[in-house]
């Protein structure tokens, strides 16, 4: 397994549509578990292909830390409801913005055995859902942010602000 480089914003292929895995080869196995382990090294909840370079339609999803989600062509069948909140991305690094998002979604998606799976979620796991197959259709979550993006503050921030008080 390799942490691989992430892609940022300005980079073309985040804005290309990613291509149907029709097999899941040694070489797209390898691909999943670093995608894997370079979400977790960078404390992202999500990664999908192309944010490490890679037009193929998977995404790996983790928000507790605890429930890895390996989802191969995810597609939303279903989605209902509103919620709105802050979301941030691996691929623009320190920024967040306020985004509308549907509360519920329903995915279609294959998993490691290339069987398909149907998976329901509410709330933050609908929103990176939506968020990292987004990523599969060139699309950022900026173009759907409302106001102006914000700089996160990090702890690393607030370490810097108690040396420079002292």
């Excluded at 790996?60 to 390996?70: M, S």
């Excluded at 968020?131 to 942010?145: A, C, K, P, R, S």
């Amino acid at each position: 397994m390799a942490i691989r480089n992430i892609r940022v914003y300005k980079d073309t292929i985040l804005h290309k549509v990613c291509k149907p895995v029709k097999e899941l080869t040694p070489r797209l196995l390898e691909l999943i578990e670093d995608m894997t382990e370079t979400m977790y090294d960078s404390g992202g909840v999500g990664l999908a292909a192309p944010q490490v370079g890679i037009l193929k339609r998977i995404v790996v999803i983790d928000i507790t830390g605890e429930d890895l989600l390996i989802l191969i062509n995810p597609e939303i069948i279903e989605m209902s409801g509103e919620q709105i909140g802050s979301e941030g991305c691996l691929s623009l690094p320190g920024k967040s913005g306020i985004v509308k998002r549907p509360n519920y979604v329903k995915v279609k998606a294959l998993d490691m055995n290339m069987e398909e799976q149907i998976y329901e979620s509410e709330g933050y796991l609908a929103r990176a859902f939506c968020h990292e197959i987004d990523h599969l259709n060139g699309i950022m979550y900026t173009q759907f942010v409302e106001g102006e993006l914000q700089d996160i503050v990090t702890d690393e921030y607030y370490e810097e602000d108690e040396e420079i008080q002292e």
